[in-house]
Each structure stands twice: as C-alpha cells, then as structure tokens.
C-alpha cells in the first residue's frame, strides 16, 4: 500500500467536519426551537422522553438531508463525465492478470441468472476484453431441482459460448456462514488465482465498459481494497417498482454524491457490484462468530458493512464510485416482497449494534454502522414519538385551550408558541422534501437529463405522485419494520429465506394477512383519536390514511397493467426505460433466447419400447445418463463413511418401494450429493428389465 498525502487526509478531514457540523448545528436549532415551546411552565418527564426522541429522529433526517444538499451542489457544478471506456486500458490480453466475477446464488432462477451472466460476458466481449475475466456461478442451492438446472444452464452456455475455460461452477456441500461463507469459500479455494473479483447478485447486471473501468481504478490505486459502484434498479414494470425505480434513480444519484463526498476513502460496502482486491479481502475479512445465540449472537449476516471497516482498520481505502454507471440490479416487485426483504436485513443490521464499538474501527466506519442499526432503528422511534405525542395531546386538552377553531387546518397556538412550533414544523418537512425539489432542480438545467425522465413537466407530476404515495407507503413500513425489530429484540430469528424477485400481483388474501391488523388499528387509533383528542386527530389523519387504505394500495401498486399504462404515459420514467444501455438489451435478448437447458437424452428405451422421463429435475440426473455424467463429475471426492452408505443404502429403498414423491426435498439432495450412492442408484434403475420408468409412476420397481 502506499502512504495517504497528508493534502489528502486535510481534505478529508475538512469534508468530515463540514458535513457532521451542518448536521449538528441544524439539530441542535430545531432542538432548541422545540425546548423552548416545552419550557413554558418546565419540562415534564413525557417532554424530555420527547425531546430525546426528537433530538435522535431530528440528528437522522438532517445527516440524510445535508448528504442530498451536498450531492446537490456537487452535480450542479460537475462537468459531463467522459464514458467509462475512455480510459480502460488495463485488462487487455496479456496484462498478466484476471479477474474473476463471482455470483454467489441461493435457490434463485437459473434462467435469470445465466441469462444475466451471458449478457454480461456479451458486454465484456464488446469491449475486446473479455479474456481478462472469468466467472464463477458461486451455488448454495439447497433446493434439488434448482441445482440440476443450475449445472445444465451452466454446460449449455459452456457448450454453447465455447468457454468452458473461462464459466465456473460449483455447489457448496454445507452453505457455512451464508453469503460471506461463499464468498470465503472462493477465496481459499481460488482466490490466488485472481488479483481483485467482482462480487454480484443474482440480480445484478453490469456493462461491461463499467467492469473493465473498475479493474482500471484499482490498478491506478494500489492503496485501494474496494470500490463500490452504487447499482440503479431496473426491468420490473409493477407499478409499485417503478415508483421505487423512479425514485431511486432520480433522488439516488444526489444521495450517492453526496455520500462519496463525506465519506472518502472510508466508504462503506454495499455487498454486490463491486471489485475487491482479493489478496487484502483475503488477509482481513474472515469474519468472528459473535458470542451468544441468534439474533444477535452466532454468524453475521449483513457481512459488507463490517468487511469494508475491517479493510480500513488494515489501513486499505474504500471508495464509492458515484461518477461510474452501467450498474444494475432489480428490485422486489410488491409492497409486501419489499417488506419481506427488510425483514431479513433488518435482524443483519440489529446486529451490528454489537460492533459498533469493536476494537480498531475508524470512528467512520463506526459512523456507518450506527447508520445501519438506525436505518431500522428510526421506525419504532417514529412510532413511539407519534403515540407520546397523542399522549401528550390528551394531557394537555385536559388543562390547556384547544389550538383548532372551526375549520381552520392548522393550529392556532398560543402567541408565544407560534414562532417556535411552525418553525419545528416546516424545518422538519423542509429537509424531508427538499432533495426532491434538488433533483427537478438538476432536470431543469440539464435538459437531455430531464428528457430522459420523460420532460420536466412529466417528470414533476412523477414526483407529485410518488411524493403522494411515499405519504401512503411510510406508515405501512414503519409497522412493518417495528414489528421486525421487536420481534428480532424478542429473539426470534428469520433465517435467510430467498427473494421473490419476479413480477406477480398481490391476492386479498395475501393483502389482507399482511395488512389486515394495520388497518384495524389503524381505525382503533383514529377512533381513539378523534373522541379524546380531536385536535390531534387531524394531524394524524396522512398515517392514518396510509393504514387504512394499505391493503388496496398494496394489491392494486403490485399489479403490472398500472406500471405499464404509467409508461406509456410517460410517468415514472427512467433513463434505463427512456434508451435502454446496452447491457439491458442483451439480457433482454438473453431471456428470449434461454430455453430448456435439459440434455438431449429426455427418452430413454429399454429395446422393447421407450418411456419419457418426465417430472422433477433432480430425477433426471439420477436417471438420465448425460444429466448424470455431468452431475456425477461436479461432486467432490469423498472418504468413504459406512455410515453415510446405510443412510443412502436406506434412502434407495426408500425410492424403490414408495416412489420419488416419498422422500423429502433434503433427502432428495443427499441422494444427489454423495457419488456413490447416487451411481448405484443410478445403475440399479437402468439394470431393471423393464429400463428405467417415468417419474411419475407410483412405484420404481427395479429387480
């Protein structure tokens, strides 16, 4: 590594203490204000519990604010970027190094997955650079069927591409630690073999002028480890993803600067689409088993926040690649497969409550961890400060005037309240609302920018709406996420189930177990609300609106029609739909072109006749002799274990007498996984008289 300037540690400790100082101070007024109105007649323990929860919420939405107004000005003033590949240089043929690009997946759809692969590598072709890559298809499949198409979507691109030696494959045995058990398990096994890998989702796309720009930065910077390039989503088209998408697009390239600038070299992981030195991920990152049980204790889940700070308490940079496109990943489809997500991030986050003071972090990287347990954090605290408030309301209707007269919409406070509390009021709205009027800021001068959202005037009505339904979808996921972390603080753990990641609308059933005890509180509260409390009720009615109308929201944003109609009138528009990058167009050809990747063996005949192997997959490379030979190779070698015969010797036993549908998804994958008995059973059913029958008969019957 080499030594950090001492221009350049100047510079960032100026970024630093400008940002946390605009953060502070802009806290430490709106808490002022507020005291001061409490004060009147001394502060009651209900007003101090308010006012430190206040402070806590008032310190996150000004950190979240201030990051989007420096990201403001820092696009404002930036000159056009020129494209990624006028500088990637480094990985042409013969540079004497490769690296590899690793998806890690777990039970996800093999033909989105290697139709992503494929469109990357078809994108890295492009760019003549291709032969500086390899890639690895990273399986913790547990699921029997979704591993055998796994490794015949594998040999038919190798096949096919004609690149057996440049796609890799391999099914872990045990999915140890998750993700980061995966990513390590890389390491060991092939990491010397790498200068820096490039960690992806099932999900991810990446151009390939980005891939080739990003090994071209490292290179450029030996003293950097990791270097994240922030994905955009794309490719839903439910109405509730667009909206996300639009969002996220629009609004994300403000935050995003704005992170970069503070941040510096001491940026944080987002834990795909991003390149890492293997050598110093290697020496660093092994991750500890935190002491105690789950939740909280055992493996970490949300392993790329605590791996950045464990570079950079090895003295490595992280940085975040705001100015470099062409990455993307796509994003759940529906409000509850959102919600299904957070969930499991939520327990990830909790965690590292645990490490926020661990010995050797850089007081940022300590920053972003806080960061993380607060992202989940905020919605009980919001939901603790709405019902202290209606609290407090009720207390003060007790011995204070009512403030609403007659139709008046907002409150008439008494006079020397009136300053104080309108001030609290608008601040608070103001830094929640300004960074989207900061991106129709950047449209209106960038013109082509704004023409890719679709024209300033539609993509301002896309704003109104969004803006509209973010109103509605806020107190939703401040219940849902509340009741995560009170279940997690309960100890419950959620395991680490997959995403639903495709398009499908949400069913009343499904809406109404989701949402059904929203709503009923929703209208206990407002009913409560209103008879104790009028006053209060009508500041309370945009959270109670979001409860109440959560299960027609949810059910009719999930639906595709709305997106699609939303597109055609150019509402929600996103620079990905407006000229699709190249990289969108060939998954997109990809997906068209991705078929059965079955062998070319589906009958088999046993002289007399022939029956068709039908049914589940995993079946196929028990019997099919080509989806054998390949699966049979895959396997690693094992010590024999007579123990482990008698179990598979029982399990086939099992699937003479009873049938495949006998035996269960693990105990299909155990025939699956052990050579030996998996060839045994594989000569026992073409050693029957009959040959080997379809899947579907009710018993195998082999002599």
Not at 30 to 52: H, K, N, R, Y
Not at 226 to 243: D, E, G, K, T
Not at 322 to 333: A, H, Q, T, V
Request: charged residues 20%; proline residues 6%.
């Amino acid at each position: 590594m080499t030594g950090v300037s001492s221009q350049g540690r100047a510079d960032s400790a100026y970024r630093r203490i400008l940002f946390f100082s605009l953060v502070f101070l802009t806290t430490f007024g709106a808490m002022s204000l507020l005291s001061g109105v409490f004060q009147e007649g001394g502060i009651t323990p209900l007003e101090f519990v308010l006012l430190l929860l206040y402070a806590i919420l008032i310190l996150w939405i000004s950190a979240s604010f201030w990051t989007a107004a420096i990201g403001f000005i820092r696009l404002l003033v930036r000159e056009q970027e020129p494209p990624p590949s006028a500088c990637a240089t480094v990985t042409r043929p013969g540079a004497g190094f490769k690296t590899a690009l690793v998806m890690p997946v777990y039970n996800e759809d093999p033909e989105r997955v290697f139709a992503g692969l494929r469109a990357i590598d078809r994108s890295l072709q492009e760019t003549g650079q291709a032969e500086g890559f390899e890639i690895f298809v990273l399986s913790d499949t547990r699921d029997p069927d979704i591993w055998v198409e796994e490794e015949l979507q594998w040999r038919k691109w190798a096949v096919e591409a004609g690149l057996p030696e440049r796609v890799f494959y391999r099914n872990r045995v045990e999915n140890t630690s998750r993700k980061s058990g995966n990513l390590a398990d890389f390491c060991r096994q092939w990491g010397g073999r790498y200068r820096y890998m490039i960690v992806l989702d099932a999900d991810s796309l990446m151009a390939g002028e980005t891939l080739v720009e990003m090994v071209a930065r490292m290179e450029r910077n030996p003293d950097v480890a990791l270097i994240q390039v922030p994905p955009v989503p794309v490719n839903r088209v439910s109405l509730f993803a667009r909206v996300l998408q639009f969002a996220s697009s629009l609004y994300g390239r403000i935050f995003v600067a704005g992170l970069s600038y503070w941040q510096g070299d001491t940026s944080n992981y987002w834990g795909h689409n991003a390149i890492i030195r293997v050598e110093a991920f290697a020496a660093h990152c092994g991750l500890p088993e935190l002491p105690g049980h789950e939740p909280f204790g055992g493996e970490i889940l949300s392993h790329d926040f605590v791996e950045a700070a464990l570079l950079r308490r090895a003295g490595w940079k992280v940085w975040l690649a705001d100015d470099l496109g062409g990455s993307y990943e796509e994003i759940p489809p529906t409000l509850i497969d959102y919600a299904k997500r957070d969930r499991r991030w939520c327990q990830g986050n909790l965690q590292h409550a645990r490490l926020v003071f661990a010995g050797g972090f850089r007081p940022l990287n300590r920053v972003h961890l806080a960061m993380g347990v607060m992202s989940y954090m905020a919605s009980p605290l919001w939901l603790l400060f709405l019902l202290l408030t209606g609290v407090q309301a009720y207390l003060n209707s007790l011995d204070v005037p009512v403030y609403f007269f007659g139709d008046y919409l907002l409150p008439i406070w008494p006079v020397s309240y009136v300053v104080e509390m309108a001030t609290v009021l608008w601040v608070t709205l103001a830094m929640l609302f300004l960074p989207k009027l900061f991106a129709l800021v950047l449209l209106a001068v960038r013109p082509r920018l704004g023409a890719a959202y679709g024209g300033l005037p539609r993509a301002m009505l896309s704003v109104l709406l969004e803006s509209l339904l973010s109103v509605l979808y806020a107190p939703v996921l401040m219940l849902f996420q509340s009741k995560f972390v009170a279940s997690i603080l309960l100890r419950k753990v959620v395991g680490w189930p997959p995403q639903q990641r495709g398009d499908h609308g949400t069913g009343l059933t499904e809406a109404v177990g989701a949402h059904g005890g929203q709503t009923l509180l929703a209208v206990g509260a407002g009913l409560l609300t209103y008879y104790y409390v009028p006053a209060f009720f009508w500041w309370f009615t945009p959270v109670l609106a979001g409860l109440l109308l959560a299960i027609p929201v949810s059910m009719a944003t999930s639906r595709v029609w709305p997106g699609e109609r939303a597109k055609a009138l150019r509402l929600f528009l996103t620079p990905e739909e407006h000229k699709p990058p190249r990289v969108l167009e060939l998954l997109t050809e990809q997906m068209k072109n991705t078929g059965s990747a079955l062998c070319s063996a589906d009958t088999a005949s046993d002289g007399q006749g022939s029956e068709e192997i039908v049914g589940d997959l995993w079946y196929r490379a028990v019997i099919d002799p080509c989806a054998y030979a390949l699966h049979a190779s895959l396997l690693p070698e094992e010590i024999p274990n007579r123990r482990r015969r008698h179990y598979l010797e029982g399990l086939i036993f099992q699937l003479q007498d009873e049938g495949p549908d006998s035996l269960s998804a693990a105990e299909k994958r155990v025939l699956l996984s052990h050579r030996d008995g998996l060839e045994e059973l594989h000569l026992l059913l073409w050693s029957a008289p009959v040959g080997p029958v379809a899947v579907q008969a009710p018993s195998l019957q082999p002599s």
